[in-house]
């Protein structure tokens, strides 16, 4: 299959489904943001993080590449035709536990603090920004049209992103900078 269809050529792209929507389209919208997302977090990974925090990246791509697909997907047939493309409560309370686990590794917050530090810590502030935004993209479907335990994920990553950046920074030897 060529990586180029032409489809595209007229402003429009497919569904999973089959359905021909205008790239404008709100789903089209929340699934190019969480790509973007997955970007933003590939390019912070990239910049050196631990063993543990590096396997901890590579699974939440994976899961935003599921994300994705189940956002392309109104009629909620691609799991039962691409079993990696999932994503239920298990993965968001894989999310809380990663975050409870990292963040009894750091100092607890008295402020708030900016979004600063060494340059995987800036990346991944950058990326939970950017998670916040696909958030708002996905909302903006209606949340009676997504599965509510893609909502919960995307609310929970950007928090479990915010306590990566804290923790690159703690691993870079880097002072948070409080508000």
Known sequence: MPLYTGIGDRGTTALFD???VAKTDIRVVAYGEVDELNTLIGLAHAMGLSDSLSE?????????????????DPTCRISERVTKATLGDFDVKRLEGWIDR?????PPLRNFILPSGCRTGVAFHHARAGCRRAERSIVAI????????????????????????????????????EW
Do not use: K, M
């Open 18 to 20: 089959g359905t021909t």
């Open 56 to 72: 901890i990246v590579v699974t939440i791509q994976r899961d935003l590449f599921a994300l994705g697909s189940l956002l392309a």
């Open 102 to 106: 990292l963040e009894n590794e750091l």
């Open 142 to 177: 209606g949340v009676e049209n997504v599965q509510p335990e893609l909502l919960r994920y995307i609310n929970r990553l950007s928090d479990l992103l915010f306590v990566i950046a804290r923790c690159a920074n703690r691993d870079a030897g880097v002072a948070e900078l």
